[in-house]
Structures are given as structure tokens and as C-alpha cells.
């Protein structure tokens, strides 16, 4: 519009320098506004095709945001059969889809599976690789107990198929609902908090491997953790301790543990709400950094 206004106001302006006759002066000044309606219209044509492009393109984000949050496991009456197994989870992505993703699952009558990943990049790209990622682990997690041997082979495979060299962190733990014992991988991914049912959180120093689709020839290991009454681990991706604040600050590993520490409750939904909350209020004032996901395992009191 303002292009339009401009080029009305300089031909008027010329036609006066010039002294143009009166009848030319008419003519000039209806070409003009003969421009100044067709350049508006021109420009208010974009402006909607523009507004329609950007709303479709809002719909269709938040469409697979709904389909993504949807993949998930639903952790209200979250595996009913296991009474002795308290799961809760949740996860907020930093944009409409994110690549941030936790699971949890049945394997056979004593065994469950539990996940949880953060894949590098954001938006759909990221969001693309980690339904793959996530079918590609379940699917191989139904076939064997071996949590090094999941992560061997869907590395593998996606050192293959991978043309866009992404790559994921990744925590894999299967738990054995008679003996309590979890057999555990971690590819690279944060370490969990462990906190026995009269002590404190403290972060578990197992054996790493690199992450997931880094190096076709990876082997990983498995470590091992024991479940007694009570107990509670706490598992999160790195965009809970990598928040900052207006002054660049991190959350940081030791703000983490002193606010699990602090609180009741542990691996309810409260429990992880007030963490959110407090990252939350650290971070605020500051864009979203990265997804934020948690997920919390407690054996029975």
C-alpha cells in the first residue's frame, strides 16, 4: 500500500515541475490511481494467498503433533497388570512436533520395556526420525530381553538408512517384574537418578555407548539395576538440564538432583509436574529451548 501511495504522490509531483497541461495532469493522475488499485490488489491478493499458505500450514502441524503425542503410551492406568510397577511420563516438545519421545510396553507375562530418546535436530525432520526410531526399537524389543542387543541392531539399521545423518540418543531398560531386576543400555543419552526408597537421588554411573545411527559397527553393553521396595528412577532428555535462563544459564545436573531431592511423592504426576514447573520458572523469559521429556519407574511400596 505504501508503494502505491508513493508512486501516485511522485507522478502528481512531476506533472506540477513540469507544468503539464491541465488535460495531461488529468491523464497522469488517472494512470496513477489506475496503478495505485491494481498494485493494491496485487498486494492484498498475496496477502490472503500468504495467510491462507501460513494457516494451512499451522493445521497441518498441529495435526501431527496430535498424531505424535498420540503414539505415545497413555500413562493413566498405565500397565494395569503390574501393580507392583509405577510408571508416569511426559513430555513437551519446544515446537509444534519435537524428536524428544518416551515408551513403555509389555514384552512377554514378567517383562517390561521401557524407553525414553531425544533425536538431534527439531521440527517434522526430527519428528519423521523419531517414529522410526521409536518402531524400530519396539519392534526389536519384542524379540529379544536383551536390551545391548536391541540397540546393536536398529543402530545398524540406521546407519544404513540414513541419508540425512541424524542421529539419537537413547535409554533402554527391560525390567523383570519377579526378580526386580532391570537389564539397561544407554546409547549416549543422560544419565538417570536412582533413589532408594529411604535415600537420596543420586545420578548412576553405568557404562555408555555412543548414540544410536552414529557407527554401523557399534556393540553395546548392558548394566544393571536392582529394584527394591520403594525405589525410583528417574530418566529425562538433556533439554531439562541444558534450559537457560535470560543470563545463560544452565539448570544444570545439580539443580536437578537438589529439586528431587527436595520434594515428596516420588514418580507421581505431581512430582514431575513441580519439576517441570521449576524449569519453567528458571527458563522464563526465554524461548523454548529444546523438548523436555521425563519419565519416572517406582517398584511398589
Not at 238 to 263: P, V
Request: overall charge negative; proline content about 2%.
Amino acid at each position: 500500500m505504501l508503494t502505491s501511495v508513493l508512486i501516485c504522490g511522485i507522478l502528481a509531483l512531476v506533472l506540477y515541475v513540469l507544468k503539464i497541461e491541465e488535460n495531461f495532469i488529468v491523464s497522469g493522475l488517472s494512470v496513477a490511481v489506475a496503478l495505485v488499485f491494481f498494485s493494491t490488489n496485487v498486494n492484498t491478493k498475496k496477502f490472503v494467498e500468504n495467510r491462507e499458505q501460513i494457516a494451512a500450514i499451522e493445521s497441518d502441524l498441529a495435526m501431527a503433533a496430535h498424531i505424535q503425542l498420540g503414539a505415545l503410551p497413555a500413562v493413566e492406568n498405565a500397565l494395569v497388570g503390574f501393580p507392583q510397577v509405577k510408571v508416569y511420563a511426559s513430555i513437551k516438545p519446544a515446537k509444534e512436533v519435537g524428536g524428544d519421545f518416551y515408551d513403555f510396553f509389555q514384552i512377554d507375562k514378567t517383562h517390561i520395556c521401557f524407553v525414553i530418546a531425544d533425536v538431534s535436530g527439531k521440527g517434522v525432520p526430527a519428528a519423521l526420525f523419531m517414529m522410526t526410531v521409536k518402531t524400530m526399537i519396539k519392534d526389536h524389543a519384542s524379540m529379544t530381553l536383551s536390551t545391548a542387543r536391541v540397540f546393536t541392531e536398529v543402530n545398524r539399521f540406521l546407519c544404513e538408512n540414513n541419508p540425512e545423518d541424524m542421529f539419537v540418543t537413547a535409554w533402554i531398560g527391560v525390567l523383570d517384574t519377579e526378580t526386580g531386576v532391570m537389564k539397561c543400555t544407554n546409547a549416549g543419552h543422560c544419565s538417570p537418578c536412582f533413589a532408594k526408597k529411604d535415600g537420596s537421588f543420586e545420578f548412576l554411573k553405568l557404562r555408555h555407548g555412543i548414540f544410536l545411527a552414529g557407527f554401523e559397527e557399534t556393540r553395546y553393553k548392558e548394566s544393571e539395576i536392582r529394584f527394591e521396595n520403594g525405589d525410583c528412577l528417574f530418566l529425562y532428555t538433556d533439554g531439562l538440564t541444558e534450559a537457560h535462563n535470560e543470563l545463560n544459564e544452565l539448570y544444570g545436573e545439580q539443580r536437578l538432583l537438589d529439586k528431587i531431592n527436595s520434594m515428596d511423592g516420588r514418580g507421581a504426576a505431581l512430582f514431575v509436574r513441580q519439576v517441570e514447573d521449576d524449569v519453567a520458572r528458571f527458563s522464563e523469559g526465554t524461548d523454548p529451548f529444546d523438548d523436555v521429556t521425563i519419565m519416572t519407574i517406582k517398584w511398589k511400596e
